[in-house]
Structures are given as structure tokens and as C-alpha cells.
């Protein structure tokens, strides 16, 4: 969505560094969960592609969308087990 607003905007007098900078740091950094729920929320909700740029502008300004501190990084960079499953072979006779 914000690619697709930003992509629009390009080079016209809406043109915003601020989007820009936004978009960098959704492409480098991991999201903060907070921020990944109301985004997720949001588009369930049927947000429009300025309302979203202009949320994640903000959040970006608060320090709440990604994670760039490289401390909270490194927290997050470590691996996670999600799921596991355990199948066996039983042969049935």
C-alpha cells in the first residue's frame, strides 16, 4: 500500500522525504509487533493508502514502527521456534 501511494506521490508537490524514509525503514528494518497488529487491524478496517501513509509516518516519527535500535535488533534477530511437529514411522502389523 505505501509503496503503491509513494510510487503515486513521486515528483508531484505531495512528494514527502518523510514518506521516503518511511518506506527505507519498512524495507531494512523488522516492524515492531505493536506496529505490525494496527497495521494489520487497519487494513482490516479498510484503510485508505493516504490514511496508511500518513499512520506510518507518524509511527515512524514516534519510534514505534520498526526496530532500528541495534539492541532491540539483536533481541529480535534471534531465531525463534514458531511450530514443531515430531512424526514418526510406526509400522503396523
Given at each position: ?55 506510518l ?11 532500528v ?25
Amino acid at each position: 500500500m505505501l509503496d503503491r501511494y509513494y510510487r503515486n506521490m513521486k515528483d508531484t508537490i505531495f512528494d514527502v522525504p518523510a514518506l521516503k524514509r518511511t518506506l527505507d525503514d519498512l524495507l531494512h528494518y523488522p516492524l515492531k509487533e505493536s506496529a505490525r497488529e494496527l497495521i494489520n487491524r487497519r487494513i482490516r478496517f479498510g484503510i485508505t493508502d493516504e490514511e496508511m501513509a500518513a499512520m506510518l509516518i507518524q509511527l515512524r516519527e514516534e519510534g514505534r514502527l520498526c526496530v532500528v535500535d541495534q539492541k532491540q535488533a539483536s533481541a529480535v534477530a534471534l531465531p525463534q521456534i514458531i511450530c514443531s511437529l515430531g512424526i514418526i514411522n510406526e509400522v503396523v502389523e
